[in-house]
């Protein structure tokens, strides 16, 4: 993801300061930790691309290559210092090794139409030696197994000088070790740059140090010559096979194309070619001998530094620019990180002094607008993590609660849940009876005493069809619950109704300006003061005929 203003790249517990390189399946990054104590600490990330993340050939390879280097620790082999995976993209950060490449040393001579001094060459031809040799026979100290990794892919790109006169061999992204080394090659698939395999290599048969051997008496023929070996330019793959295949008709001395070439490298280099490999060096600690001997007799004085010194002359305006353009990434990452450190500790001192806490206010979510590029970056990670970590019953759990919420919501407003389970039925029905289907009453009072004209005793007779299709007509949304009458003991018992007619029961009151309501009787008894007057509550009986 991208940071804001800067933009940088981060990258799990790495700020990507600059792209090195990008091929089909990985990138290359310069990079430094994503921390404000780790500056001045520079390290080189490679990266799985994401459509090459599933593809198992490859990560089987890329594992192979963290399997391999893992415990490497020399001085002419690349370290690893961390590996992992991030958003399904497995990666690598190893050593950055100031410096170029033997290819881009030997185009810079190509361009002034120059080769390689003889002894830098052999003296460059050691180290890498070195190197080969020591992941041939490398045991894990740690662990205790051994190794005993085939480079398989030894060429110009990977073997690094630094500007300190110092080669590594880099990229064992298709090295084998001792214990997949029966796994033979599929056929029509040869890993390794086309033009520097070993014959073995393509006939498929099991690999071991041999091979690389090969491989770099190819890189030393050229280095030397200035022209490639088994290559020419408009040539196939096809017919670069060819000549690897018959390699003893195209292989000539070093000395035929560069006079300066001595007699006793020629013998050294051609030993390294040889086709059948039980005549070649036995292995990169004895071509590394060998080479050193004959330095020790030919150039005797010569050293690391002199290949430093050449290296240094050759990139002088280079080294200024990058090393300029490094200072200058390293210390905007540093801005950023500082600043990013200093928010953060303003938020922590915030929510410790009480404001309000949650997951937006912990992680500054609220004033994300606010904070460097780093810090926003880091927050979209983190959002992302939670976005894609979410199990799916957090979803479920959050929509029923919604769901619940707004029921409530609603069921206060319109009151659906009582209408499903019929709360105060009786009171509705008795309230919304309009005057002209209201049933006919019946007063009777008895002859003594005079009738109380706060409250009648009513029996009601409705024919059933009449009464049910009113009460579906005039049904309401909310009914109005009824206020308790404090003098509702003073009224009579209600009327029954015949019971062929199913009416709800009313009680009404006589000359009343309030609507029609119907109470419960009140348990107290009535006052003295203020008796009521007596109805007498006259009921209907059904006659049998």
């Not at 198992?56 to 963290?66: G, N, S, V, W």
């Not at 404090?486 to 009313?506: F, I, M, N």
């Amino acid at each position: 993801m991208q940071s804001g203003q800067e933009g940088f790249e981060i990258f799990g517990n790495y700020v990507l300061l600059k792209s090195l390189a990008t091929g089909g399946m990985a990138e290359v990054f310069l990079a430094r930790p994503a921390n404000t104590t780790s500056n001045g600490r520079v390290v080189v990330v490679k990266r799985i691309l994401k459509h090459i993340a599933n593809d198992p050939e490859f990560l089987k390879m890329f594992r192979a290559e963290i399997r391999v280097s893992l415990g490497f620790n020399h001085p002419h082999t690349i370290q690893i210092y961390d590996f992992g995976e991030i958003d399904y993209q497995p990666y690598i950060a190893m050593e950055y090794i100031e410096g170029k490449s033997l290819k881009q040393i030997a185009q810079k001579f190509e361009e002034k139409n120059e080769t390689i001094p003889v002894p830098t060459v052999l003296g460059l031809m050691v180290q890498a030696a070195s190197g080969l040799h020591y992941a041939h026979s490398f045991e894990n100290g740690v662990t205790g197994e051994r190794v005993n990794a085939v480079h398989r892919d030894v060429s110009p790109h990977n073997l690094l000088l630094s500007y300190h006169g110092n080669l590594k061999v880099i990229d064992f992204g298709v090295a084998k070790a001792e214990n997949e080394l029966h796994e033979r090659t599929k056929t029509g698939l040869v890993k390794g740059k086309c033009g520097y395999l070993s014959p073995e290599q393509l006939s498929g048969a099991d690999l071991d140090g041999r091979s690389d051997v090969f491989s770099l008496g190819i890189v030393a023929w050229e280095l030397l010559t200035g022209h490639k070996l088994f290559q020419r330019p408009d040539d196939t793959e096809l017919q670069v096979i060819k000549r690897i295949e018959n390699c003893e008709q195209f292989t000539v001395p070093p000395s035929h194309l560069n006079k300066e070439v001595p007699p006793e490298v020629d013998a050294l280099i051609l030993k390294a070619l040889k086709k059948d490999r039980d005549e070649r060096w036995p292995s990169a600690g004895a071509f590394q001998i060998a080479l050193r001997n004959l330095m020790r007799q030919l150039w005797p004085s010569y050293a690391y530094a002199d290949a430093a010194q050449l290296i240094t002359t050759l990139f002088e305006s280079e080294i200024v620019v990058e090393r300029q353009e490094l200072h200058d990434l390293n210390t905007a990452a540093q801005q950023v990180l500082t600043a990013e450190a200093e928010q953060k500790t303003r938020l922590l001192a915030r929510e410790q002094q009480g404001a309000p806490k949650g997951l937006s206010r912990f992680f500054g979510l609220s004033r994300k607008k606010h904070l460097p590029g780093v810090m926003e970056a880091r927050l979209d990670n983190v959002e992302s993590i939670l976005k894609q970590r979410a199990r799916t019953s957090h979803f479920v759990v959050a929509g029923l609660y919604l769901l619940a919420f707004v029921g409530l919501r609603m069921d206060d407003r319109y009151q659906f849940l009582d209408r499903i389970f019929g709360v105060e039925d009786d009171i509705q029905v008795g309230a919304i009876q309009p005057e002209k289907f209201r049933p006919k009453q019946i007063y009777r009072y008895s002859s003594t005493e005079t009738p109380a004209p706060q409250s009648v005793t009513t029996t009601t007779v409705v024919a059933p069809e009449i009464a049910s299709q009113e009460l579906k007509k005039e049904a309401v949304r909310a009914p109005v619950r009824p206020k308790i009458d404090p003098d509702s003991y003073r009224k009579p018992l209600k009327a029954r109704t015949p019971a062929a007619v199913p009416v709800k029961k009313t009680v009404v009151e006589a000359k009343a300006k309030r609507p029609a309501r119907e109470y419960k009787r009140h348990s107290r008894a009535p006052s003295a003061k203020k008796a009521p007057a007596k109805a007498t509550h006259v009921k209907k009986k059904s006659r049998r005929r």
